[in-house]
């Protein structure tokens, strides 16, 4: 089985991590999962997450393949068009991204203008899909639960799971934005889990469970089936209550309003006013 290069760079701010994946033979590679930094307070970007990114690509000689989006991220921004801009490539995600749209283009009542067809991405990915980067072959999951357009992105014996799972002793993702369902979600690591034990699992965020010093992002299916705190020992219907229960003590992520608006659109802003001028919705009562 071909095993990728991969590189995460952890964004403290957001707990996320990118990954850039890398063709061992040659100089192709992916990005996935990307960050836009955003200071809420002040309604700024930055682009130094990003620029670790491109500074990496550009150190290593690399050649940008894609620029992939497990799912629309509710708390980050990402910054495709940004690296798509200075390293080129196309913006894949999953074709249920129209689903994220016409739910969300009706809470920030974005008007006919906006496009619902996913037609913001140069690729709308289906389960099973195959892509390439350079010489190594990779196919998608469609693992909903989390949103109804999660992915699972797997090249060689590398996955790359987004939100479904986290590190064995987190987890798994909360289910209860709108699309969500722990049903879904178990079902969808079941699949995950069905990859063989060595397949090296690679998770979107961390937040140092208690008892852990260091934020981590790289596991295994072995792990997972035996040490995952939510799923080891626990029946689907045992699975889908804690699940259920946990979500409804959570608070929503403190970027959730600026990244829904701003993912749904590959990264893109909304539409300036006649000055030239970007504005973001707050949604009262809406989510």
Same mark, same amino acid.
């Given at each position: 089985?071909?095993a990728?290069d991969?590189?995460?760079?952890?964004d403290?701010?957001?707990?996320?991590?990118t990954?850039v994946v890398?063709d061992p033979s040659g100089?192709s590679?992916?990005?996935i999962d990307?960050?836009?930094d955003?200071d809420?307070?002040s309604?700024?970007?930055?682009?130094r997450?990003?620029?670790a990114?491109?500074?990496?690509?550009?150190?290593e000689g690399l050649?940008?393949?894609w620029?992939?989006e497990t799912?629309v991220? *509710?708390?980050h &921004?990402?910054?495709?068009?940004?690296?798509?801009e200075? !390293?080129?490539?196309?913006?894949? $995600?999953g074709?249920k991204?129209?689903v994220v749209?016409?739910?969300f283009?009706?809470v920030?009542?974005?008007?006919?203008?906006?496009?619902?067809d996913g037609?913001?991405f140069?690729?709308?990915?289906?389960?099973?899909d195959r892509f390439?980067?350079?010489g190594?072959?990779?196919?998608?999951?469609?693992t909903?639960?989390?949103?109804?357009?999660c992915l699972?992105?797997?090249v060689?014996?590398?996955?790359?799971?987004g939100?479904t799972?986290?590190m064995?002793d987190?987890?798994t993702?909360?289910?209860?934005?709108?699309?969500g369902? *722990?049903?879904? &979600?178990?079902?969808?690591?079941?699949?995950i889990?069905? !990859?063989p034990?060595e397949?090296? $699992?690679?998770?979107c965020h961390?937040?140092k469970?208690?008892?852990?010093?260091?934020?981590?992002w790289e596991?295994?299916?072995?792990?997972?089936?035996?040490?995952?705190?939510?799923l080891?020992?626990r029946?689907?219907e045992?699975f889908?209550?804690?699940?259920?229960?946990?979500?409804?003590?959570?608070?929503?992520?403190k970027l959730?309003?600026?990244s829904l608006?701003?993912n749904?659109?590959?990264?893109q802003?909304?539409?300036?006013?006649?000055?030239?001028k970007?504005?973001l919705?707050?949604?009262?009562?809406?989510?």
């Open positions: 089985m071909q990728p991969v590189n995460g760079f952890f403290e701010a957001t707990n996320t991590v990954f890398r100089k590679c992916a990005i990307s960050v836009l955003f809420y307070s309604g700024r970007t930055d682009t997450s990003a620029d990114v491109i500074a990496h690509v550009r150190a050649t940008v393949d620029i992939l799912h991220h *509710a708390d &921004l990402s910054a495709a068009p940004y690296l798509l200075k !390293l080129g490539g196309k913006i894949g $995600i074709e991204i129209t749209q016409n739910t283009g009706k920030f009542n974005e008007g006919t203008e906006f496009q619902r037609s913001q140069d690729q709308l990915f289906v389960d099973g390439r980067i350079g190594l072959e990779g196919y998608v999951m469609h909903p639960g989390h949103t109804p357009a699972t992105y797997v060689g014996d590398a996955a790359f799971v939100d799972l986290f064995p987190y987890g993702a909360r289910c209860d934005f709108p699309g369902s *722990a049903e879904q &979600l178990y079902q969808s690591i079941q699949r889990l069905a !990859l034990d397949t090296r $699992i690679f998770v961390d937040y469970a208690p008892g852990r010093d260091t934020f981590a596991t295994s299916v072995a792990e997972e089936k035996v040490r995952n705190v939510h080891a020992g029946t689907a045992e889908i209550a804690m699940r259920q229960a946990r979500d409804k003590t959570l608070s929503m992520p959730i309003i600026p608006q701003v749904m659109r590959a990264g802003m909304p539409p300036a006013d006649a000055d030239g970007t504005f919705k707050v949604p009262v009562n809406g989510l």
